[in-house]
């Protein structure tokens, strides 16, 4: 055989194998502590070491691909997106819960949503129009049979589509919507049907907001305990309306300096904690709240009181003598901790 042509079937051979994108390095111990000690071999992130280390989350997913798109960590949001495909993905929707070789039947509307929204900005970001590809593959099932009377609900069951009659209003994420919108997902008009949802919304006089909203009876729920992260991500979503939400950082502001943290829940009569624990997810959606309201004083206390809560710098969250860790209390950090970053060198810029 000519040389020449012996080359040039080589050289067309090895350009049409993929080149592997290596991961990058963990940008802090948060990281390095789920990559190392939640994720399994197949990539999959445990929930936490204990009862529920055969139980894998569609939040995990999408919080996870959300902290590597701020890293910029195209390797490893690549390896989640297989981990997506290969364990999620039934029946052309996204199921919320794995537990061991059971898989749930029904999704959970707000990892959808954030999944499709991590999807839509990493193909926009790194020019990879599989991703959107995908967000749309996911999407359109989605707006067709997550909806009652034009208003996504908390979940569907994803063979018989059977669904809920309510929407919690920290699952109503303004921004994932508009950019539904920009791939024409979604359209204009049922993008104002969720925000409308949320808008209507309004805070008691204590300065909390409901828990959710009733599409069949067009009535709001206020919960007797309160949970923080729920009342935090709705706030959060008002505040990207640019809707004022004023009443509600009075109320958390007294909360923390009456207390000198926040916990995790309260009782929505008498304004005192129902639990013991605070957390470092409700110190994350603190920090994100503040530098929200570009209230950088407030972020940093919060920021810093979040990490306070690691036994040891060099590890993530998790008590060092039980073993007692949680995912979520420790993506919602490295989405922070990336947050907070960006914060500091606009500042510095």
Known sequence: MNCSLV????LLTSCAVPQKIENKPPLSSTEQFVVEQLMTEEHLLQTDLQQQKDV????SVGLWLTY???KGDIGRFQEQVEVLE???IKNQFIIWRIDGQQASTVNAFIDDLRIIHALLEAGEQWEMPQYIRLAKKLG?????QGMREGIFVDFVDIYSFEKANTITLSYIMPEALNKMVQYDILSEQQMQQQVNVLQNATPTSSGFYPKSYD????????DQELHMIDQLYTAFNKLQLGESTEMFTTWLLQLYERDGRIYGRYDAETNLPSVTFDSPAVYALATSYMLGLGNEEMAKRFFEQMNALKNNEETGYIDVKTSATHVF?????????????????DKGN
């Open 56 to 59: 894998f989350l569609s939040e």
């Open 68 to 70: 590597l798109g701020k």
């Open 7 to 10: 080359l040039t079937i080589f």
């Open 86 to 88: 290969k364990y999620f």
């Open 215 to 222: 599409v069949v009876t067009k009535k709001y729920a206020y």
């Open 140 to 144: 359109e099932p989605l707006v067709q």
């Open 329 to 345: 209390d420790n993506l919602m950090p490295l989405v922070t901790e990336r947050e907070m970053d960006y914060a500091n060198n």
